[in-house]
């Protein structure tokens, strides 16, 4: 069974940090497709990040320069450091994984997907 479990989140105030955790169980591995997006009710997931199995990485634009990812292939997991955040930032989180070839290209609702994780910040 596959199971990306997240960790971290919670509530903040605007301007402030949070960071977010991602550890693949089962046959995923971080060395694949991964993904961190967002999602507000009412309203379809947002990118926030994707890197490819080759190592390329891209940001959504409303986050570039304040979030980044890095990852522990020893602990197999794929983290989201969020700094200057803001109220639209609030939202659900969830990791992903796609070890398909289109690396989430087609939609941002296939591959596997974390339980998700809620972020608030207060202005």
């Known amino acids: 069974q596959v199971r990306l479990v997240q960790s971290g989140g919670g509530a903040v105030q605007a301007g402030g940090s949070l960071t977010l955790s991602c550890a693949p169980d089962g046959y995923i591995y971080i060395d694949n497709c991964m993904a961190w997006v967002r999602q507000v009710p009412g309203k379809e997931r947002e990118k926030v990040v994707i890197?490819?199995?080759?190592?390329?990485?891209t940001y959504g634009d409303s986050v570039k320069g304040r979030f980044t990812i890095s990852q522990d292939s020893g602990e197999n997991t794929f983290d989201l450091q969020m700094n200057n955040l803001n109220a639209e930032d609030s939202g659900m989180y969830y990791c992903g994984a796609d070890i398909g070839l289109t690396c989430f290209a087609n939609s941002l609702y296939e591959g596997y997907w974390g339980q998700g994780t809620q972020v608030t910040v207060s202005s």
């Open positions: 890197r490819d199995s080759s190592g390329r990485i």
